[in-house]
């Protein structure tokens, strides 16, 4: 019988990643295959072309358009700089009209059909970092890297801010604790800071003024995030916020207690590099925020590792609830009856019974849950 697809989140303390690097357009690579690498290393660049900025130099002079060329000090392909004379009207008159570039940059073209001029602003240098420590195993010509490392990995619900690294610094006694400003001073610089069950959004303010790198905490509340983006955020792909941190949210919005495991985790690690991103998108090519510690290891054996998404849910199958009343909390699959059945709402899907981690028993809709790899 088949399954429904069942959502799950990665947390574990060893596997084998490899993060593909590619420039937004080809370029140059600048690390060979075999090479180490650090999370900050270069192994890409390109230029991007500048910016185009139309200017109506017919207009300005005041000149028919079949007259601009006769006007122009500089030519197409020229460089030119901000504020630079680039055409000048030719007049009986001790006064002339002139023409400044807006831009640095070329000339990229001269229309004596409408008197526009384009210039294009200097090309925009782009580089590619290696974000994770580990070795270059793929060199993608004229277009990037593949590098990869052995590590432990965890997934979260929901990120906000960039690429960034830092040693992992717990702040907080148990999962549960709350983290405010109070946890929060000098020797967080270029920390990743590891909270319980909320940061507040002060404390997230005070962690990005002291230079800390990066949070990871259990929840977040919606409020408090639209108060430190100063806006709502969309549907969109979220990572290129500016905003001096990375967050990264494991288990949801609102109060909810880290994961024990996750906690025990990134606690046993405490003081090693952490390299994280909370880039999420929730629509479609679903993208998570993910924190990843990289330790030494030959990348190039080989593991066997079924996707545990294939496998679907079986008993003992550790799973979150995704869904009110039981929103956030975490256990394990203790019972999977085949059958459909009927819900309060009159509909029929198929359930599962679910132990939480303080005892309690509940039946809950398979689709209602994501499985968390171990």
Same mark, same amino acid.
Request: charged residues 25%; hydrophobic residues 40%; proline residues 4%.
């Given at each position: ?12 303390? %060893? ?28 192994? &890409? ?17 005041g000149i028919p ?51 526009? !001029? ?10 590619? %970092? &290696? ?22 990995? !965890? ?15 717990v702040v907080v ?25 909320? !940061?507040?959004?002060?404390?997230? %303010? ?51 207690n880290m994961a ?88 029929? &899907? ?25």
């Open positions: 019988m088949g399954h429904a697809y069942t959502p799950g989140l990665k947390v574990t303390d %060893k596997i084998l990643l490899t993060k593909k690097r590619i420039l937004p357009l080809k370029g140059e690579v600048i690390v060979n295959k075999g090479d180490r690498v650090k999370p900050d290393d270069v192994v &890409a660049r390109t230029m991007l072309p500048g910016t185009v900025e139309p200017m109506n130099v017919a207009n300005i002079l358009p079949e007259d601009i060329e006769d006007a122009m000090l500089k030519k197409h392909g020229d460089d030119v700089e901000e504020g630079e004379l680039i055409a000048l009207s030719k007049s009986f008159f001790i006064f002339k009209s002139k023409c400044f570039a807006k831009i640095g940059g070329k000339i990229e073209s001269i229309s004596h059909v409408t008197g526009q !001029v384009l210039l294009r602003g200097d090309p925009i240098p782009v580089t590619v %970092k &290696a974000y994770i420590e580990g070795e270059v195993v793929d060199v993608y010509e004229n277009e990037g890297v593949a590098v990869s490392s052995w590590g432990s990995f !965890v997934q979260g619900i929901f990120g906000i801010g960039g690429e960034t690294h830092g040693a992992i610094k006694p148990d999962n549960k604790t709350v983290l405010t400003e109070n946890e929060i001073n000098a020797d967080c610089k270029g920390m990743v800071i590891v909270g319980g069950s909320l !940061v507040t959004s002060d404390a997230i %303010k005070k962690a990005a003024s002291v230079g800390a790198t990066g949070i990871v905490v259990g929840g977040f509340d919606d409020k408090d995030l639209r108060e430190f983006l100063g806006y709502d955020i969309g549907v969109a792909i979220t990572g290129s916020e500016e905003i001096g941190i990375t967050l990264i949210v494991t288990e949801g919005f609102g109060q909810i024990q495991k996750t906690f025990d985790l990134l606690k046993s690690k405490e003081g090693q590099l952490a390299c994280i991103n909370g880039a999420t998108q929730i629509r479609a090519g679903v993208i998570r925020p993910e924190l990843i510690i990289p330790f030494g290891g030959d990348v190039h054996a080989k593991i066997e590792a079924a996707d545990y998404r294939e496998q679907g849910l079986n008993i003992g199958t550790p799973v979150r609830v995704i869904r009110h009343p039981y929103f956030g909390q975490l256990g394990k699959v203790t019972n999977l009856p085949p059958q459909l059945t009927e819900l309060e709402s009159g509909s029929r &899907a198929r359930i599962l019974e679910v132990e939480f981690d303080d005892g309690i028993k509940a039946i809950v809709p398979r689709a209602n849950v994501e499985m968390l790899e171990s």
